[in-house]
């Protein structure tokens, strides 16, 4: 990552309980704390693993739709064990969950200087709260922050 600007992407997911479907959200930064981005959407997927991996893959979109993304690395902070070892690892990943692991992949594969790392849930109010208002969302949001190219405006 060395020559790169390091930009956080924070991920979680949240449910109120099964069969309620749960939300996702989450947040990017850059390397000074200045916001690029954030989302909160409700999905329809009841396991957890897949939910989280469904909030990763949002932030590897943003992340690439980002004027930012040839000169950063991305940073992906999640507290979902299994997510990450899937990202990582996707051979791992259980057949229900391969079509959201194969888009990752080739996300992955356009050049991206990108690791993912395992936070506390504690660590991550921010997209916590995007993902807690997910849960009862009735259309997605997406913010995109200030020009992406400096300080966010």
């Known amino acids: 990552m060395l020559g790169k600007t390091r930009i956080g992407g924070h991920v979680d997911r949240a449910s109120l309980g099964k069969p309620d479907p749960p939300g996702i959200g989450g947040i990017l930064i850059d390397h000074q704390g200045f916001e690029l981005s954030r989302f909160s959407k409700s999905v329809g ?42 990202v990582i690892n996707p051979e791992s990943v259980p057949w229900k969950a391969r079509q959201i692991s194969n888009h990752i992949e080739n996300l992955k594969q356009k050049g991206l200087v990108w690791r993912i790392v395992y936070m506390y849930r504690e660590s991550n109010s921010v997209a916590d709260r995007l993902a807690k208002d997910g849960v009862n969302r009735s259309s997605d949001l997406i913010v995109k922050c200030g020009t992406y190219e400096g300080n966010s405006s």
């Open 45 to 86: 997927i009841t396991d957890s693993n897949m939910v989280e991996c469904l909030a990763i893959r949002e932030v590897f979109v943003l992340f690439m739709e980002s004027p930012r993304v040839s000169n950063s690395s991305l940073v992906i902070e999640s507290d979902s064990r299994n997510a990450i070892k899937w």
